[in-house]
């Protein structure tokens, strides 16, 4: 048989699906994947949601062989979307190294409620700003839905940088949107450059959200890449108000390159599990924590 070759399943007793232990919690995804893109998919979906995977599990889970389960967790190390282990492949570290598809699966309960507690911030019909991110996407699908926004005597005016935030809200009528235009970052789908730069010298925006890989009290609101945090600190720069979105694992991280500075931020809103220490050092440096189910505090 081919490497790539999916061997046939036992069939159940009723003869039309496969046979499975009752105690097989993976039951209802262990279907042969169609074709090697849908594997590779299937692969870092499961990677990404358990953290760490062997061999053998994804071999049983796909119904292929571990050879070709090999195989694929070396494509997928070589494109720095897993860390290959013996015996298996851990989830990637450095989220920002995934692409957006795979970056939102993480947090997306914590991002969610994020972004329903940033959309009470604020007031409908004036101008909201969004850089890049998954949490800030997250957002963007709130405000698409929001019927406080929807039903406001005028359009909310929304500027952004990134072009599936664009995407997403270009339909909307209820939302006037504004796209800052220039080079696009293909991890990221967001512009960046002079051409956005000499485009946000001419406007003003209200509140801004602010997506990061990292903030702390010490160093700030920041991502791992430099122009990346260029735009983001130009849209910063024109906004009255910055509210940094960032679930419990970038509370107290860090990254490459500064978008701005914690004295500069406004507010942080995240999600219970933020460690209390990194929050308490950013309410100490005068920065108001809100969290996504229980307000502020």
Known sequence: ???????????????????????????????PARGRRQ???????????RGHVRVDELAGNLGTSPATVRRDLDSLAAQQLVIRSHGGAS?????????????????????????RAAVDMLVPGTVVGLNGGTTTTALAHELASRDSIREAARPTTLVTNALNIAQELAVRRHLQLVVTGGIVRGGSFELVGGWAEHMLEQIRIDLLFLGVDGISARDG???????????????????????VLADSSKI?????????????????????????????????AGVEIVIADGGSR
């Open 91 to 115: 989830a990637h570290p450095d989220a920002s190294a995934l692409p957006m598809r795979y970056r939102s699966t993480r947090h997306a309960d914590a991002k969610d409620a994020i972004a």
């Open 39 to 49: 594997r590779l998919d299937r692969i870092l979906d499961l990677v990404i949601e």
């Open 1 to 31: 048989m081919p490497s790539d070759a999916v061997p046939s399943t036992p069939r159940g007793s009723d003869g039309r699906g496969p046979a499975h232990s009752a105690a097989d919690p993976d039951a209802a995804s262990t279907a």
């Open 252 to 284: 107290g991280a860090g990254a490459f390159a500064r978008i701005r500075s914690t004295t500069d931020l406004d507010a942080v809103v995240t999600d219970p599990d933020a460690d209390p220490d990194a929050l308490a050092a950013l309410r100490e």
């Open 221 to 243: 609101a920041r991502t791992h890449d430099e122009a990346e945090a260029l735009i983001s600190a130009r849209l910063a720069e024109r906004a009255e108000k910055v509210v």
